[in-house]
């Protein structure tokens, strides 16, 4: 008798092809066996100690989630229903160069005051880790030891390495800062990560020249990983700091992945076919390019990172001095609205687009789910004024949302052959972007189901099989024997996102259930209490 056999489902599994109907069978974790319609005519059905009725659902790897901010919500929150309802059962972290390891005690907080806006300031976790597989080996012990919701890969982040070994000052790197930052790479490499992350309009990761960049991405193209940078720009100059990133990895020899590959803002608005045009022609040359994106047209940072460069050189404290000084804060201003900041990419800000989504200052609350612009007309003061209270009094934590994006650029690039799901879902605020809750099910009901941008076929595979495939994880992303048994359940007639911009936290519709290791941690339509998530290391080259 097996541990559990999935009924009468229509197999979507992962590589992009046909759908098929079959009993698959699990047991110890892993899919022991796949039996179709049609092979199992006139034979003896396979049987099982629990049984799931699968009719009419579609049986799918589960989603993997290759830009998320779960880096500390991952050890804080047991239920996790952000991501576990969506079907995800394994998100890439350490994402756009700022996470919590490599560290020694000075970048650690640091780093903590830098990301509050993206995953809070952790002061009800106990930071007991410095190293990355230190951090890998908390993700295994997870909630009171006991494991996490979903599995979770890393990215080693360039800004909190450079901050270690070169500081938060833009400058270039000394031969011997750069050999340590190389170093640092290569140990986080091999005690498990799967690559390297950069976030280049943060500090202090956007200090770092081209030539430094290459230098690292030769050490993850050594160890069989990739380089996931949050480019230069989405605004002004977006196509060539695209260019700028696949020469880069190209003259490195290592694999590329595209974080959150959007065109964004007025300046761009119809451009993805030149953006798919650079990538097309460099993947006809050879190039390991793949890149991931969400389904929404806002963006989603924290308010600081708008700032230009130079306000947060040295540090959270430093930005936070030069703010408080009258006339260094007239210099951001004139930065921010009028000759544009590369924070703000490029672009002068336009702050009825900026929306407050959330604060750590409990006073702060009624500037939530508010522009920037409308809280100063009711206040009868400039944009500015409230945006610098905002950071002073805030201590640099607020998040936001960025309405500046193009639906028909994100329809264009979601169809690519290279394209992946993300959702660089921020956590954070009382009013987060609902891609954090709905990426997942969005794709498949509004752009699948409601527009048929794509197939459902096509959609699973951007979310499951190519994934895995960049991640290098050779028994994960598809519904095969033999591989773990990290599955999704769905209605395609009626799955769908919940959460929307007025209620960000609802959760999807249509996902009765999903299998963590082949564990259910969501059944029925309810979440478990299985923590049956680890960290999952880079294989090996």
């Known amino acids: 008798m097996e541990d559990l056999v999935i009924r009468d489902a229509d197999v979507v599994d ?24 049609a092979a199992a005519a006139g034979c003896q059905r396979p049987r099982a100690t629990r049984e799931v009725d699968a009719e009419g659902l579609v049986l799918a790897p589960g989603f993997v989630d290759m830009h998320a901010h779960s880096d500390l919500a991952l050890l804080r929150d047991p239920d996790h229903s952000a991501k576990v309802a969506q079907g995800v059962t394994l998100e890439v972290i350490g994402q756009d160069g700022l996470s919590y390891a490599p560290v020694d005690d000075r970048t ?72 340590r930052m190389r170093r640092l790479v290569a140990e986080g490499l091999e005690e498990g990560a799967v690559g390297l992350s950069s976030g280049l309009t943060y500090t202090p990761g956007m200090y770092a020249k081209d030539a430094e960049l290459t230098e690292l991405c030769r050490v993850v193209a050594r160890y069989g990983g990739y380089y996931c940078p949050h480019h230069r720009s989405y605004g002004v100059g977006a196509l060539e700091a695209y260019r700028e990133m696949v020469t880069l990895t190209s003259e490195a020899g290592c694999p590329l992945h595209l974080a959150h590959a959007t065109m964004n803002f007025g300046v761009n608005e119809g451009r993805a076919p030149e953006l798919l045009a650079l990538l097309d022609e460099a993947l006809a040359a050879g190039a390991d390019i793949t890149l991931d994106t969400y389904p929404y047209t806002p963006g989603c940072t924290t308010l600081v990172a708008v700032l230009p460069s130079w306000a947060s050189e040295g540090g959270p404290e430093e930005t936070l001095r030069r703010l408080a000084d009258e006339e260094t804060a007239e210099r ?82 979601m169809r690519h052959r290279v394209h992946t799901g993300g959702s660089d879902g921020i956590l954070q605020g009382a009013k987060p972007h609902p891609r954090a809750y709905g990426t997942f099910p969005h794709y498949l009901g509004r752009y699948v189901r409601e527009l048929g941008v794509l197939s459902l076929e096509e959609c699973v595979a951007h979310l499951t099989g190519r ?29 769908a996102a919940g959460s929307t911009f007025e209620e960000p936290r609802a959760l999807p519709t249509g996902i009765p259930y999903v299998l963590v290791d082949g564990r259910f941690a969501v059944e029925d339509g309810r979440r478990t209490d299985v923590l049956a998530g680890r960290a999952v290391r880079r294989t090996p080259v």
Not at 18 to 24: E, H, I, L, T
Not at 130 to 157: H, T
Not at 483 to 488: E, F, K, M, S
């Open 467 to 495: 994934p895995a495939a960049r991640l290098r994880l050779p028994d994960r992303g598809l519904v095969r024997e033999g591989h773990r048994a990290d599955l999704v359940l769905f209605d395609p007639a009626t799955v």
């Open 332 to 413: 951001i201003r004139h930065h921010l609205e009028e000759t544009g900041s590369d924070g703000c990419h490029g672009v002068p800000v336009e702050w009825e687009t900026i929306e407050v989504s959330g604060v750590a200052d409990p006073s702060l609350a009624p500037y939530v789910g508010r522009t920037v612009a409308r809280s100063a007309a009711d206040r009868g003061e400039t944009p500015w004024q409230v945006a610098r209270r905002l950071l002073l009094t805030d201590r640099l934590a607020p998040t936001i949302l960025q309405h500046v994006g193009h639906e028909e650029n994100v329809r264009t690039i």
């Open 108 to 179: 650690l907080g640091e780093v903590r005051r830098a990301i509050a806006g993206w995953n809070g300031h952790g002061d009800d976790l106990d930071f007991d880790w410095r190293s990355v597989g230190e951090y890998l080996d908390r993700l295994d012990r997870g909630v009171d030891g006991q494991g996490i919701a979903v599995n979770a890969a890393y990215l080693i982040p360039q800004g909190t390495v450079r901050a270690l070994a070169v500081g938060w000052e833009d400058r270039e790197a000394t031969p011997a800062e750069l050999d």
């Open 14 to 37: 992962g590589t992009g092809g046909p759908s098929y109907r079959a009993d698959v069978v699990v047991a110890g974790g892993r899919i022991v066996s796949i039996v179709q319609e």
